[in-house]
């Protein structure tokens, strides 16, 4: 019988699962904490008119049979137990059948949630998260040894994603090429967090190094997954290295969790101190692990042939000098492409969205709502929030980009700001109207920069922020006439 087993590899299943099953785990929970107001009954966006005329191959989903938020809580609460029994081993130690069953739901369940989910959950952690989740199916469980075609497909995934953002960087923004992208990267990220702004204040030499270490993280060491041990571990440990060092620089959701669970799959058993494995229980020898049957061969025979030909699309596109960012070819999303900062922005524009109970032409009387995670209040830092995701904030971020992803659901949030909207509410980090709602609202852009050393002392600042314009004017309800501009240039001072 064709021998499919890696036995010394035993470390490397075990922070497969138990990292993708916890990194789930706070996908649903995400999901329980701001689905339902963002995408529910009453959502922004909601779920019930985004599936009228769609069918299941366009949005592969299980509330093709029926939307309510009760569905969506039971998805989430599904999914969330069925990942903590992963988290903690007790679906590992379950028949092989089992074993797969449970991730196979899981899988089900967050491809249900991302496929209606639209702008909210159109980001490339969404797709690594599945990609990574259907190839945690077939890794067997605790008593069969670790399948090598699963640990070297999980290789692939992490080559494809260090290797396509790399690549993305250098045909992208020149500022890559000329090793100046750091100077501004801190301080223009989505969601800085903490330590951002000691990492912006660094000198210009040091950012040059973060470049140049970036392209070897991302262009050379992606090749070291596949050769043999200990080298494939030393490449592994040397990226997972780089993508802490973007951990502790700022906030992308769980993007930087999976891509470091993938890589460690080129972490081999032999390179691990024996009292590691000992203590995780691991370092099992070969003749105690059952044989594999023979139907989960053949289903891993089938998902190398399956990952093989779906990677013809991702390989042609990293080819390509037009290409993509994270693209999913299929409606699956089992095997993609993507990539990351492509682009760097040289400044920071934030939207500050005030209301106030009185007249509008009264600028004393406008009081700022506050968000959970994206800078606001200047003499506020930025929290840790990563590996959770803050959906609204991210969203935030990109307007002032383009108008085009605050299309239909900007103006819906303002309106609910209005009505005094209690689920809404909870997506806010402070509500300026705890009594009553505001009888306006409006939108204003300002031009954010982090403090320099002397202004930090003087003014316990973190941030110097200037007005730029008006996005939305101050709307009452309904707020029928609220429109977005064009570009944000064109918002009226």
């Not at 008119?49 to 969506?72: M, W």
């Not at 506020?380 to 659901?409: C, K, N």
Request: aromatic fraction near 14%.
């Amino acid at each position: 019988m064709l021998d499919l087993t890696a036995p010394d590899q035993q470390l490397a299943r075990f922070l497969l699962e138990r990292g993708i099953a916890a990194i789930y785990l706070i996908a649903f929970v995400v999901a329980l904490d701001q689905f339902p107001a963002l995408l529910g009954e009453r959502g922004l966006l909601p779920v019930r008119q985004h599936l009228a005329d769609r069918t299941f191959l366009e949005s592969p989903s299980l509330f093709h049979l029926g939307y309510s938020d009760r569905r969506l809580v039971a998805v989430a609460v599904t999914g969330a137990t069925i990942a903590l029994l992963l988290v903690i081993g007790i679906l590992e130690r379950a028949p092989l059948p089992v074993t797969m069953l449970g991730w196979f739901a899981l899988w089900v369940l967050y491809q249900s949630i991302v496929n209606v989910g639209q702008t909210f959950y159109a980001f490339g952690w969404e797709t690594l998260l599945l990609e990574a989740g259907f190839l945690a199916i077939f890794l067997g469980n605790d008593e069969i040894a670790p399948p090598w075609p699963t640990i070297l497909l999980f290789r692939w995934l992490a080559f494809r994603v260090e290797f396509g953002a790399g690549l993305i960087k250098l045909r992208g923004d020149r500022c890559w090429r000329d090793l100046t992208c750091m100077d501004w990267h801190h301080e223009t990220q989505p969601l800085p967090n903490p330590l951002s702004w000691l990492f912006h204040q660094l000198p210009a030499p040091f950012h040059r190094v973060e470049v140049l270490g970036n392209f070897v993280a991302q262009l050379v060491l992606p090749f070291g997954l596949f050769l043999p041990q200990p080298f494939a571990s030393l490449a592994a440990t040397l990226m997972i290295a780089t993508q802490l060092y973007l951990v502790v620089s700022g906030n992308y959701a769980w993007l930087n969790w999976v891509t470091i669970v993938a890589i460690a799959a080129a972490i081999g058993d032999a390179v691990v101190p024996r009292g590691v494995l000992d203590a995780l229980g691991l370092g099992v020898p070969t003749a105690v692990f059952a044989p594999t049957p023979v139907w989960f061969t053949a289903a891993l025979i089938a998902l190398v042939l399956l990952v093989a030909i779906l990677s013809w699309f991702p390989v042609r596109n990293m080819a390509s000098p037009g290409q993509l960012m994270n693209v999913s070819f299929d409606p699956f999303h089992l095997v993609n492409t993507y990539g990351a900062f492509g682009t760097v922005g040289r400044t920071r524009d934030e939207v500050v969205v005030e209301g106030t109970a009185g007249d509008p032409a009264d600028e004393s009387g406008w009081r700022e709502y506050g968000f959970r995670g994206k800078p606001g209040d200047v003499g506020r830092t930025s929290p840790q929030v990563a590996p959770y995701h803050f959906r609204l904030d991210w969203l935030m971020w990109f307007i002032p980009l383009s108008p085009f992803y605050a299309e239909g659901w900007f103006v819906p949030f303002l309106a609910r700001l209005l009505e005094g909207d209690r689920a809404t509410l909870r997506l806010l980090g402070r509500n300026p109207f705890p009594e009553r709602p505001p009888a306006y609202v409006r939108a204003r852009l300002f031009r954010y920069r982090f403090t320099t050393w002397r202004e930090r002392r003087e003014t316990g600042a973190w941030w110097v922020r200037t007005p730029v314009g008006e996005l939305v004017r101050p709307v009452r309800l309904p707020p029928t006439s609220a429109t977005l501009p064009s570009r944000p240039g064109d918002a009226a001072t």
